[in-house]
């Protein structure tokens, strides 16, 4: 029987940064749906979903909703909470009137885009209701539109939101349900000041609920002063069974984040893996350096559209993905059995998050390796990680270049040696021993070469150190992750030099920000087409409509056709050679229309 709170293509539950736990109510004694008191359209809408059996936080919050009480929640994330407020919230909206009648609080933007994915997925057959996300870090323009055209429910970041208020575009005083979901978050992330001057300039008549993972007292606070004799509703725990997966974790400095990930993507005998971070920033970046590294990897988030999400799952299904870069929201409800391996490329918040995170492998049987990068700083989670889910996280060592390129060695090995019982070499070994004899070189000798050159080893590259080296010249994604502000804004920054001084030669795209295109998906339509490896591939710098891309060795008249009429994003890449003198600050002078002007350029440094 389908549960509210665990249909990942629905999205009727809850998609936070959090952890997806599972809630199960028996059909023959549980209460269902029908018999929550919801209105006849709103249950139609619910039966449509091919939903019927609520999870205890539903069960007990509806009711106490419809009947217009205020109420405080404590539950973790993935019990249902976005149907436990939405479903009551629709029942109260005027659709028939353009007022904005309810407001959702959310602590990230992904949060808010899938909050409000999910309570319009609610919305009864024909229903003129309009349920409008905003958040920071997209332009105001279409958020403003919608306001102006009529949003009977709002869901937003509380900075944003703010901002709404100020441009005098959206008006509380009109508004009869208010939502704080995932409270404690937003007092976390330095939201109070904001949430108390929107609360506060909100009707006293208004209707409120609060969700939150835990009561600390700053939230209690909240609850006593704006809500009116609140019912108070605890869900207890739930628990995700890991003992299936091998948990480790190793101490890596932010700096070398994307070098250690890629390592021990290049050791793991896993079939595959996924990489979890928290921003959708971070994701196309480490998605795109792995990339770029040779590693087949693609990358998924709460702003990439759900039908472009399930091709990229069906991939990694089918096994021509080997390595998915993921948000928690992205990933929820993710279940793959190839999947060998999870790494934390930042440690979650939650303990609940970490649980669902690691449960992504270990599935069907199968046994799984989860690998936690902690800074120096981070120790004191991994303790708090260990005491609430009862496991002991032990400490690893990291692959040094020489453990990745031994372990090159033996993949080659294993396949060399499967190619020999597939089937005769007679021709092969003519050609190799006529070779020998004619120069005179031993044949030991030119296996080993032929073994190295299938492993990368072309005898120009420098021997390295066996130890993890502590540079990296990428930019620091975790640093920067702590440095954004507080709706995920963070600033980009552009490349430390000009392509020019490497003597790289640089190609103009017709592909740039107004297209949403990513790093990760030139690099791949580059190599994809122009049968390039990532590591040929320079800086890319990204601007409004177009993208300048440095390719050092460049490429010959057939790969320019080939990458030319490739597509990224719906429009052909029409690659040539730039000509156009820079700019200062080092940036190109492109065509000198609006796109382009205002656009800082996105960068990414190989």
């Known amino acids: 029987m389908p549960d509210l709170a665990d249909s990942p293509a629905r999205t009727p539950a809850d998609t936070s940064?959090?952890?997806?736990?599972?809630?199960?109510?028996?059909?023959?004694?549980?209460?269902?749906?029908?018999?929550?008191?919801?209105?006849?359209?709103?249950?139609?809408?619910?039966?449509?979903?091919?939903?019927?059996?609520?999870?205890?936080?539903?069960?007990?919050?509806?009711?106490?909703?419809?009947?217009?009480?205020?109420?405080?929640?404590?539950?973790?994330?993935?019990?249902?909470?976005t149907a436990a407020f939405g479903l009551p919230m629709l029942a109260a909206v005027d659709g028939s009137s353009r007022e904005t009648q309810a407001l959702v609080l959310t602590p990230t933007r992904e949060l808010a885009i899938q909050v409000a994915d999910a309570i319009s997925s609610f919305l009864p057959s024909g229903s003129r209701a309009t349920v409008l996300p905003i958040y920071g870090g997209a332009s105001f323009v279409p958020q403003l539109r919608g306001l102006e055209r009529g949003a009977q429910v709002?869901?937003?970041?509380?900075?944003?939101?703010?901002?709404?208020?100020?441009?005098?575009?959206?008006?509380?005083?009109?508004?009869?349900?208010?939502?704080?979901?995932?409270?404690?978050?937003?007092?976390?992330?330095?939201?109070?000041?904001?949430?108390?001057?929107?609360?506060?300039?909100?009707?006293?008549?208004?209707?409120?609920?609060?969700?939150?993972?835990?009561?600390?007292?700053?939230?209690?606070?909240?609850?006593?002063?704006?809500?009116?004799n609140p019912v108070e509703i605890s869900i207890a725990r739930q628990s995700t069974p890991i003992g299936s997966v091998e948990q480790r974790y190793a101490v890596v400095p932010f700096r070398n984040k994307t070098e250690a990930v890629a390592r021990v993507l290049a050791t793991s005998d896993a079939e595959a893996a996924i990489v979890f971070v928290r921003t959708r920033e971070t994701a196309e970046e480490v998605g795109a350096a792995l990339s770029a590294m040779g590693v087949n990897a693609a990358s998924i988030s709460g702003d990439v559209a759900q039908r472009d999400r399930e091709k990229i799952v069906d991939r990694l299904r089918a096994g021509t993905l080997d390595v998915l870069v993921a948000t928690d929201v992205a990933a929820r409800g993710l279940d793959v059995e190839r999947i060998g391996l999870v790494v934390n490329f930042d440690v979650p918040r939650e303990v609940e998050t970490y649980v669902h995170r690691i449960g992504r492998t270990g599935r069907a049987g199968r046994t799984g390796v989860a690998l936690t990068f902690l800074t120096p700083k981070e120790k004191p989670r991994l303790r708090t990680i260990e005491r609430v889910t009862g496991s002991t996280l032990v400490e690893t060592r990291l692959p040094s270049r020489a453990d990745v390129f031994t372990h090159r060695l033996g993949a080659a090995l294993g396949s060399a040696q499967a190619r020999i019982?597939?089937?005769?070499?007679?021709?092969?070994?003519?050609?190799?021993?006529?070779?020998?004899?004619?120069?005179?070189?031993?044949?030991?000798?030119?296996?080993?070469?032929?073994?190295?050159?299938?492993?990368?080893?072309?005898?120009?590259?420098r021997e390295v150190p066996e130890e993890f080296a502590l540079r990296d010249d990428r930019r620091s994604y975790g640093e920067r992750e702590e440095r954004g502000d507080r709706d995920g804004r963070g600033r980009?920054?552009?490349?430390?030099?000009?392509?020019?001084?490497?003597?790289?030669?640089?190609?103009?795209?017709?592909?740039?920000?107004?297209?949403?295109?990513?790093?990760?998906?030139?690099?791949?339509?580059?190599?994809?087409?122009?049968?390039?490896?990532?590591?040929?591939?320079?800086?890319?710098?990204?601007?409004?409509?177009?993208?300048?891309?440095?390719?050092?060795?460049?490429?010959?008249?057939?790969?320019?056709?080939?990458?030319?009429?490739?597509?990224?994003?719906?429009?052909?890449?029409?690659?040539?050679?730039?000509?156009?003198?820079?700019?200062?600050?080092?940036?190109?002078?492109?065509?000198?229309?609006?796109?382009?002007?205002?656009?800082?350029?996105?960068?990414?440094?190989?």
């Open 492 to 606: 980009e920054r552009s490349g430390r030099r000009d392509s020019r001084e490497s003597g790289g030669n640089r190609y103009r795209i017709s592909v740039g920000h107004r297209d949403g295109v990513t790093p990760q998906g030139i690099v791949g339509a580059i190599t994809g087409e122009g049968g390039l490896r990532g590591a040929e591939i320079g800086k890319i710098d990204i601007f409004g409509s177009f993208s300048i891309v440095e390719i050092p060795l460049g490429i010959d008249a057939e790969a320019e056709r080939r990458i030319s009429a490739a597509k990224v994003a719906g429009r052909q890449l029409r690659i040539k050679a730039d000509s156009g003198p820079p700019s200062r600050g080092g940036r190109e002078a492109g065509p000198r229309d609006r796109d382009d002007r205002p656009r800082r350029p996105r960068t990414f440094a190989h």
């Open 154 to 228: 709002v869901v937003g970041t509380p900075g944003r939101v703010m901002d709404m208020i100020e441009r005098r575009a959206l008006n509380l005083s009109t508004l009869r349900f208010v939502v704080l979901d995932e409270a404690d978050e937003m007092l976390r992330m330095g939201f109070a000041e904001d949430v108390e001057t929107i609360l506060a300039g909100t009707p006293k008549s208004k209707q409120v609920a609060l969700f939150s993972a835990t009561m600390p007292a700053a939230i209690r606070a909240v609850a006593n002063t704006h809500l009116s």
């Open 17 to 81: 940064s959090e952890a997806e736990t599972s809630v199960e109510t028996s059909v023959e004694t549980g209460p269902t749906f029908a018999g929550l008191g919801l209105p006849a359209d709103i249950m139609a809408a619910v039966d449509a979903l091919g939903f019927t059996t609520p999870t205890p936080i539903q069960s007990r919050a509806i009711p106490a909703l419809l009947a217009g009480r205020d109420i405080v929640g404590v539950a973790q994330t993935g019990t249902g909470k």
């Open 421 to 461: 019982g597939a089937s005769p070499l007679a021709t092969t070994r003519a050609q190799l021993v006529a070779h020998c004899e004619e120069t005179g070189t031993d044949i030991l000798d030119v296996a080993a070469a032929l073994l190295a050159l299938a492993v990368g080893d072309d005898g120009v590259t």
